[in-house]
């Protein structure tokens, strides 16, 4: 029983994580680029559920890649955005997004990186 579904034996399940990451009970105004959601002591990351936002998953299969992704997005991505502010060339409501092995659009994203002034 998941909630009020009986599941039965066998069943493939699909949790659809982009879904729940847009579930605005726990992101509120979920496309709002919105660091403060995610900062250890803010009052919407403590009082929302532990399995409300699983990026990498959780249990026994999740994904064993996630310490190197993090460390790599906070080399990597940290260094360009120190350097440069990211502009996208399409308008948002323009883009399709588009479920293949990793979450995606159909056109390709193109962006411009224009050297920051200031560091
Ligand atoms: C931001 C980057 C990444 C995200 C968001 C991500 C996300 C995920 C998710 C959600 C799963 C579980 C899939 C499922 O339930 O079937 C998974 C599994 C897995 N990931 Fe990642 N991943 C990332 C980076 C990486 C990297 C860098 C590696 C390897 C170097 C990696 C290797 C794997 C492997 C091998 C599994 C399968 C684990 C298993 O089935 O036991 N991932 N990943």
Redesign the pocket.
């Known amino acids: 029983m998941i909630g009020k579904y009986k599941i039965p034996k066998g069943t493939n399940l699909f949790l659809w ?1 982009y879904h729940l990451h847009h579930n605005d009970q726990y992101f509120p105004d979920p496309e709002k680029f919105d660091p403060e959601r995610f900062r250890p002591s803010s009052p919407q990351l403590l009082s929302r559920p532990s399995y409300a936002y699983v ?3 959780a249990g026994s ?6 310490k ?2 993090m460390l790599e997005q906070k080399t990597l991505v940290a260094t360009i955005v120190k350097h440069f502010d990211i502009e996208s060339r399409d308008p948002f409501d323009t883009l399709w997004p588009s479920l293949e092995f990793v979450l995606t659009t159909v056109q390709p994203l193109m962006i411009k990186l224009k050297p920051r002034s200031e560091i």
């Open positions: 994580i990026p990498f998953s299969r999740n994904c064993i890649g996630q190197l992704a």
